[in-house]
């Protein structure tokens, strides 16, 4: 594969997935990671992220001349740009200066690796403060920029290359070509991670780790948990067994599209439990939200814990034992969480966290390789319904976090009916790929009157939340077209009895979060 080594910077993970578009498995390494480690991992190519902001920072790490030595190919971006022209006996000035954001690079062409047949003038995105101004011996100088003498630099002959720019982000507008051409033409690699070839590798991966044992998975109705049994149920078949507990906290024909259209799509054997009564009990007269969640989570661990014996019992009653339990963890979470492999225990896990001593499994963990696009494109090569593979984001907790008071069987039905109306003009306006995700909130403490037919009504406002995001850490109000919200306003006030309200949040992430509660 080719190993991304991170500096620290937020770019690694963005490069990785670049580099994986190109077709091109690759995986980030943490800098701290001894050199003789990274080339022991026989690497294809290396690529050297973005860091900190100089290399002559206090504590900025520093990169030895053996990593260039091995016959690797090795591309330097900014940080790893500069660490590299400074091993290999370049130049660079600690000037003070600064070039930060969309910047025009001049580029020459001829006889260049990375810039063969892109312009000769193009956008490109720094951020840096030193910059390079004299190429180490043996590389040729490619392109500057009015503040970086040297933007790129190449090395043929030891198939070195680097640049000083961002090619990973999309204001480098050639950046992905560039990044191609240092792949196929300076590595002399293949595209050949395709979404095929992840599967069967997972599916032959999945059959040697679990052998004739079973498994047992937890579908939650969501991308991950319903792409990770799909590939276990393809790879064993009858040897795994899903648990779906409906805690009649999902939205309208959620829990449908688990129970008939995911189990057609895989043939899985599906154990539905229906708990919907115990957790209306458990939820009764609660209304603060951290007390809610507790108690969301609690409820669903005792009741998977149970049907996970169930199936554990009944196993051993035919002689045979259930040693595993699939989780859809994506590779994000297994990088942030410092990269470690091998089987963890359950109870470290925080969904199904708390299952008591005599129930332990390994973890099967068929997407720890895959970032979520991976996963949505695995699941369209499986044959996963579209509902299920493009949904967006969804709160464990569901509806319960969405009703501002007490959670009630006739409040969470009239959200229901209230979201679905706003899911299905989102979706026929054609919206759905703009948008991160829309929650729809009950104010179910709240009435306001309003006038309906003849009569005075005292109701509950309904709130749109539709936000825009990369990642949830931070939001942004979604602009929807006025024609859209007005329709799914008068839709709403028109067809949910109790509501003859509906609002806008048109606040950001900071300060608010996405969700209400
Ligand atoms: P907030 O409200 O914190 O939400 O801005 C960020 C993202 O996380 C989702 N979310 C949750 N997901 N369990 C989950 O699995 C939770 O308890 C939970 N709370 C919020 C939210 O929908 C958004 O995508």
Redesign the pocket.
Known sequence: SVLVVDFGAQYAQLIARRVREARVYSEIVPHTMPVGEILAKNPKAIILSGGPSSVYADGAPHLGPEIFEAGVPVFGICYGFQAMALALGGTVDNTGGREYGRTPLTVTREGSTLFEGTPGEQPVWMSHGDACSAAPEGFTVTAATDGAPVAAMECDERRLYGVQYHPEVLHSTHGQQLLEHFLYRGAGLKPNWTTRNVVEESIAAIREQVGTKRAICGLSG?VDSAVAAALVQKAVGSQLTCVYVDHGLMRKGESEQVEKDFVAATGVQLKVVDAQERFLDALAGVSEPEQK?KII?REFIRVFEQAASEIVAEAGAHGEQVEFLVQGTLYPDVVESGGGTGTANIKSHH?VGGLPEDLQFQLVEPLRRLFKDEVRMVGQELGLPDEIVQR??????GLG?RIVGEVTKERLDLLREADAIAREELTAAGLDRDI??C?VVLLADVRSVGVQGDGRTYGHPIVLRPVS?ED??T?DWSRLPYEVLAKISTRITNEVDEVNRVVLDVTS?PP??????
Do not use: D, L, V
Not at 512 to 517: A, H, L, Q, R, V
């Open positions: 969501g969640r989570g969904n967006q984001p969804f709160p464990g907790p976090i991160w995700q929650p995001s949830a850490m939001a992430k608010g979060t996405i969700e209400w509660e």
